[in-house]
């Protein structure tokens, strides 16, 4: 277990419904990163929260969009919901900082969305 | 495009043999690598992590950077039937503090009883 939790697990919304994901990131990290997975392929960076703000961008379009809490949970927001958008989507927990040693990324469990 | 590559496998190895898999990258600002497990219906794990040229032991688990060649590879030794999953290869870029990690699509591994 690496304490990262996500809900709901599972999901399913109708083609251009909203749908808002949540990530509680391991104690005593600072930064979200949020991963689309499609079937059959590896995580699809989608982007990365650090102190309450976007820290870079995958290619996505603006319709994913993001938020960090203080307590650094996060919420990654899909506006529009096509088809493609179905898949397992990750966050991962990390610590940044000036002397973290460590780039490693701990994933929670993800929710699996399906869009119809 | 920043790529890393994998063969998807499956890669079939008997019960007790060394597994080895194998990941290359393109982007030569890469610095940091891992290699995460994924069993079916799961989120990755998290398995090792290199950084420096060279081996890193932990377990049966072996990584091995050659940055020169770009190539990152895992050798798992006395394969076990519960190490039967897919194997994702990710590299970092260490640039402006931003750690997005770029996956390659994995391999299937499945160790024969």
């Known amino acids: 277990e690496t304490g990262v939790t996500q809900s709901p697990t599972h999901l399913i919304k109708t083609r251009g419904q909203q749908v808002t994901l949540r990530c509680s990131s391991q104690s005593g990290h600072n930064t979200v990163s949020w991963y689309q997975q499609a079937l059959g392929q590896g995580p699809q960076f989608i982007f990365q929260y650090y102190r309450e703000e976007e820290n870079g961008r995958g290619n996505f379009p603006p319709r994913f969009s993001g938020l960090q809490f203080p307590n650094y949970s996060s919420e990654l927001n899909v506006n529009a919901l096509e088809l493609d958008d179905s898949a397992l989507y990750l966050c991962?927990?990390?610590?940044?900082?000036?002397?973290?040693?460590?780039?490693?990324?701990?994933f929670g469990p993800g929710t699996r969305l399906t869009v119809t | 495009q920043k790529e890393v590559e994998q063969n998807s496998g499956p890669l079939s190895v008997p019960e007790g043999a060394i597994a080895s898999l194998n990941c290359t990258y393109s982007?030569?600002?890469?610095?940091?690598f891992f290699w995460y497990r994924q069993y079916s219906g799961k989120s990755p794990e998290l398995i090792m992590s290199i950084y420096s040229n060279g081996d890193k032991e932990d377990g049966r688990f072996t990584a091995q950077l050659n940055k020169a060649s770009q190539y990152v590879s895992l050798l798992i030794r006395d394969s076990q039937p519960s190490d039967s999953a897919t194997y994702l290869c990710?590299?970092?870029?260490?640039?402006?503090?931003?750690?997005?990690?770029?996956f390659g699509s994995g391999t299937r591994l499945q160790v024969q009883p």
């Open positions: 990710a590299a970092c870029p260490m640039d402006t503090g931003r750690r997005a990690l770029t």
């Open positions: 982007d030569r600002g890469s610095q940091s």
């Open positions: 991962a927990s990390s610590l940044a900082g000036l002397r973290d040693a460590s780039y490693e990324q701990y």
